[in-house]
């Protein structure tokens, strides 16, 4: 897979790109990041990609001309043809539709994307209406640019490419995790895939640290009892944290069961 990341500030990428899963797919040839300085398709000797909007109003907003300039100039296939190609061109906005794991997973079946980052009060609309795909926001806040959400959009999706992580029953088996693979909805006997929940807890050695004991159904061996107390766990966190969620997942009879056991101890009716 090759990402393409249209900024004007580059050096930006340098840091994010450098550490961990994405560094390691980089250099494994799992995924290809190019990273695309906006300001060499400008036309004036200021290098300039921003003007005042028509009409009025606070702020400076990008300008087309660059960017059209730019992802022309990657060679991708025509708009219309880019979903049979497995292309893609995203604009990162506030606007956008927010990103989340399945958003994550789509975008990592393709063979190409761009990623367009934003800049100041916004982006000229014909840039997300002829150019650009889709509109992506990672949250609902405003942030300074798109570089940080390209960040986090790129490396959501590489750790999703086959070979990209050691072991990658682990990435079906996280929080939002999405799919219909019987591992994502059941997991494995000893342990307890997220199905779109938040993730169980964790814990490690020592059992005892500070007087903080791990809880004794971890270290019983029993997997079945295991498995029912990292599903409770999930299913309390989340109602806990993210209720939102338990609308959006499929809830078993035994899910309900532990939910309406939770909601009592809590006094939740």
Known sequence: MQIDIVTIFPEFFRSPLEYGIVRRAREAGIVRIVVHDLREFTSDRHRTVDDRPFGGGEGMVLKPQPVFECVEALDLRPRAERSRAKQAVALLSAQGRKFDQGMAAELALLERLVLIC????????????????????????????????????????????????GNEASTRQESFAVGSDAALSQGPSSTCASGGLLDYPHYTRPADFRGMRVPEVLVSGNHEDIRRWRRRSALEKTLRNRPDLLGRVELSEEDRNLLAEIAGAAGIK
């Open 118 to 165: 934003g800049r100041y009060e916004g982006v000229d609309e014909r840039v997300g209406t002829f150019l650009a795909d889709r509109e992506i926001s990672i949250g609902d806040y405003v942030l300074s640019g798109g570089e940080l959400a390209a960040a986090v959009i790129a490396d959501a999706i590489v750790r999703l490419l086959p070979g990209a992580v």
